[in-house]
């Protein structure tokens, strides 16, 4: 019995051949395990940053299956590369960059002006405004929230790459100004800047609307 327990707390990925690997373990902690090829550690640092590595991927490319795959591609650089994290910064500044630089890439290839340029309906491609439109007693309220985040969210698309991602990182994941400057690898000044002209372009766009 004890063995059948042991398997499975490994398979939950409580158990490592080198120690116990607790849900109460910081992520730098867990980022070191994985380094030295600890794959339960890797698993749970994957549990506890999909959801918000899917959701800041998503917010700078507006595509679901480009979000999904860089997530997953920033995972296995983590996973490939956590040997060099050295602990000068938080593991999710650390993770950021990773993510962050891959969006950024992959805008630049300029897949995602494709996609925005042949015209796909929102509607059709599961638009997450869609899904999680907040509830209201009155329709026209829920139509008029849903076609003013629209708005924000086409004039978001209107922004220079790392003025998104440093409004993303703000507005989103709630990152201080010091931790963007980490994951954009610039200084804080620029940052001010980014956020400064990201604002006065959305405050533009939406007048005009």
Not at 51 to 65: C, F, K, N, Q
Not at 76 to 84: D, M, S
Not at 117 to 123: E, N, V
Request: glycine letters at 6%.
């Amino acid at each position: 019995m004890a063995s059948f327990l042991a398997v499975a707390e490994r398979e939950m990925g409580w158990l490592t051949a080198e120690g116990r690997v607790s849900q109460e373990s910081s992520d730098e902690a867990l980022c070191r395990r994985v380094g030295a090829g600890d794959e339960a550690a890797f698993d749970l640092l994957v549990a506890r940053h999909q959801g918000r590595a899917y959701r800041l991927a998503w917010s700078l490319l507006r595509d679901a299956e480009d979000a999904r795959d860089l997530s997953q591609e920033a995972f296995l650089r983590v996973y490939r590369t956590a040997a060099t994290f050295r602990g000068d910064s938080k593991f999710s500044t650390w993770f950021y960059r990773i993510l962050v630089n891959l969006c950024l890439d992959h805008r630049r290839r300029g897949t995602w002006w494709r996609r925005i340029a042949g015209g796909h309906d929102a509607a059709e491609s599961g638009d997450p405004l869609e899904q999680y439109a907040a509830p209201a007693h009155d329709p026209t309220d829920a139509l008029g929230q849903a076609q003013v985040m629209a708005r924000v969210w086409a004039a978001v698309g209107h922004l220079s790459p790392q003025q998104r991602a440093a409004l993303v990182l703000q507005v989103q994941e709630e990152l201080s100004t010091s931790e963007i400057a980490a994951v954009l690898a610039c200084s804080e000044a620029t940052v001010r800047v980014h956020l400064h002209r990201a604002v006065g372009a959305l405050r533009k766009t939406l007048k005009r609307g």
